[in-house]
């Protein structure tokens, strides 16, 4: 699903992104988060609404983990870092 030739235009384009957000302001309110966080958010209601259409309110899809990988690589989380291995300490 990475490599259609839509996904990028419409899911990871910051500026399509910008657009998504604004006409989810206009429904919603506005959204207290990191820039990189709206757009993670904004992509993944982007990719739903690409792939199935409108849903409602209470209806909820699993998302494809490669499309949640994608998307998370290129509007990484400030603060989620995910596994690490600890350091191991000189004596």
């Known amino acids: 699903?990475?490599?259609h030739p839509g996904f990028e235009a419409v899911c990871l384009n910051p500026w399509v992104l910008q657009i998504e957000y604004?006409?989810?302001l206009q429904?919603?309110?506005d959204y207290d988060h990191s820039?990189?966080?709206r757009y993670r958010h904004t992509a993944y209601r982007t990719f739903?609404?690409?792939?199935w259409g409108y849903l409602g309110k209470s209806v909820r899809v699993v998302i494809p983990s490669c499309?949640?990988?994608?998307?998370?690589?290129?509007?990484?989380?400030e603060?989620?870092?995910g596994f690490?291995?600890?350091r191991l300490h000189a004596l």
């Open 1 to 3: 699903m990475t490599r």
């Open 22 to 24: 604004a006409s989810m």
């Open 27 to 29: 429904y919603y309110g």
């Open 35 to 37: 820039t990189f966080r």
């Open 48 to 51: 739903v609404r690409w792939c």
């Open 67 to 77: 499309i949640v990988e994608k998307i998370r690589y290129t509007f990484p989380s």
């Open 79 to 81: 603060q989620y870092q």
């Open 84 to 86: 690490q291995l600890p």
